[in-house]
């Protein structure tokens, strides 16, 4: 992928729902942004193809990608050809990937992650490739390390790379002295330093990163190239290509009014800067990894054509549960400008059926309420953003893409190199991936091989979540 990127083993199987661009639409809606009908899309650093291979099995958009690391080509072209998905998957750096003149232009580009792992040059490259390449109205998303959350980690994150080079790791070779550095780190924290008695949540943020992968830490913490980025300086660099910020992919942070308090939110409000409001608000919320939508050129909506875009978008009930939770529903009542509590209770109520259906038909049967789309669509991201709901495509599309998901899932059940490890099946409902456990995936296993789980009485009680709630979830998202 880069010259700077300097680590060689294959990343953990990972699967980011945000490089779904009909995940994009509800955020581009509520900034008053013509969400782009994606025909073409492209992952920078797609590490083992997962996100790259679901989405192209599960929707008609044509996916291009490149990652550095042959091996992740190997496993990306792997999945596509067991899908029958139609994907461009190369192992070029970006230099010579962004100079490709056979490349089409797109409607949405992604990165994961890739964009705090390598040098600034490789960053331009990345922004020309953008600015060439991304159509107008197209969307761009970047998940990145930001501060100030990774601040207070700067020290130890020095002292981890440090010590795995003391120890003889150079380059690729690091990957093997990450657990020795980690050991160390945790020997030191151990003696009750400064450090973490200054910055108390250290010794958490600590506990946390042990409990990955090496594969992950490596990738994550030891390039040679690590820069967390405060949302201002993304900003700066995104506005001259034209790029405006959308929103957050990360719905909660859309609908993080009820995290805030009072006077949190008035302080936010008085403020006129966009920038100055988000930094503020990563502040309040020491925000670690930003997930964001960013749209070229965007064509705004007329309050009319909003309307009847909203009334238009296709949504499913996609939790366990079709009412509304007892914390949910006293969480809105005690913020009174959050989403109305009815609304929102009344909206999952209307997809009590578990089928797909446009907010225009949920809005004429809220039994006489009359709810602007807008207050409709605030009610649906709250429910999208505590897993409960998801954008859907059309029903012409699912049943299109239904044969290339049904082969995909095979795969992954069956694919036994992926040993005890959560993944995502993909949905030819919403487009995209739904994640599975280990113990999950393994019961669709024993489905697929035609040996349903038995559930005697009282005999199986930790089956029962799966047989009455998860799998009739998955059958109506076309899972199985």
């Not at 965007?298 to 009319?304: F, G, H, T």
């Not at 095979?410 to 993944?423: F, P, Q, T, V, Y």
Request: glycine letters at 8%; hydrophobic letters at 45%; proline letters at 6%.
């Amino acid at each position: 992928m880069t010259d700077s990127y300097r680590v060689t083993v294959p990343y953990s199987w990972d699967y980011q729902p945000e490089l779904n661009p009909l995940r994009a639409h509800l955020v581009l809606l509520r900034a008053g942004f013509r969400p782009p009908a994606a025909g073409t899309a492209c992952e920078l650093g797609y590490g083992q193809g997962a996100s790259l291979v679901l989405h192209a099995a599960a929707s008609p958009v044509a996916w291009y990608g490149t990652d550095f690391n042959p091996a992740h080509a190997v496993a990306a072209r792997r999945l596509a050809t067991a899908s029958g998905a139609q994907a461009s998957i190369g192992d070029e750096p970006f230099a010579s990937f962004c100079a490709r003149g056979d490349l089409p232009d797109f409607d949405f580009i992604g990165l994961h992650g890739v964009w705090s792992w390598i040098a600034d040059t490789e960053r331009e490259t990345i922004l020309r490739f953008v600015h060439a390449r991304l159509r107008p109205g197209g969307v761009l998303y970047l998940g990145y390390n930001a501060l100030p959350g990774w601040a207070g980690f700067l020290p130890l994150r020095q002292l981890l790379v440090e010590h795995a080079e003391a120890s003889g790791g150079q380059g690729a070779d690091i990957v093997d002295h990450v657990g020795e550095a980690m050991a160390f780190a945790a020997r030191l924290l151990a003696t009750g330093p400064a450090m973490a008695r200054d910055n108390p949540g250290l010794a958490g943020m600590f506990a946390a990163l042990e409990r990955r992968s090496v594969n992950a830490l490596a990738h994550e913490l030891f390039n040679r190239d690590w820069q967390p980025m405060f949302f201002s300086a993304v900003a700066r660099r995104l506005g001259p290509l034209g790029l405006a910020h959308a929103g957050a992919a990360d719905l909660s942070d859309i609908v993080d009014r009820l995290d805030m308090s009072a006077t949190q939110r008035r302080l936010i409000e008085g403020l006129a800067d966009p920038m100055l409001r988000q930094l503020v608000r990563d502040s309040i919320f020491n925000k670690r990894f930003r997930r964001d939508y960013w749209v070229k050129d965007p064509q705004l909506l007329s309050a009319a054509e909003r309307d009847a875009a909203i009334r238009d978008e296709r949504v499913i009930a996609t939790g366990a549960a079709t009412v509304l939770p007892r914390p949910l529903s006293a969480a809105l009542t005690l913020q009174p400008d959050g989403p109305d509590a009815g609304t929102v209770a009344a909206v999952l109520a209307g997809l009590s059926a578990r089928r797909p259906r446009r907010l225009g038909d949920i809005e004429e049967g809220l039994a006489g309420r009359r709810v602007a789309p807008l207050a409709l669509l605030d009610a649906v991201m709250f429910l999208a953003a505590h897993g409960l709901v998801e954008s859907a495509q059309e029903a012409q599309t699912a049943a299109a893409m239904k044969h290339r998901t049904d082969r995909l899932n095979r795969h992954l059940l069956e694919d036994e190199s992926l040993g005890e490890a959560d993944i995502a099946l993909a949905s030819p409902v919403t487009g995209g991936g739904v994640a599975l456990s280990a113990s999950e995936r393994q019961r669709l296993r024993a489905l697929h091989y035609g040996q349903a789980p038995a559930r005697p009485p009282a005999a199986n009680e930790q089956s029962r979540p799966f047989l009455d709630e998860r799998l009739p979830l998955l059958r109506a998202l076309q899972v199985i």
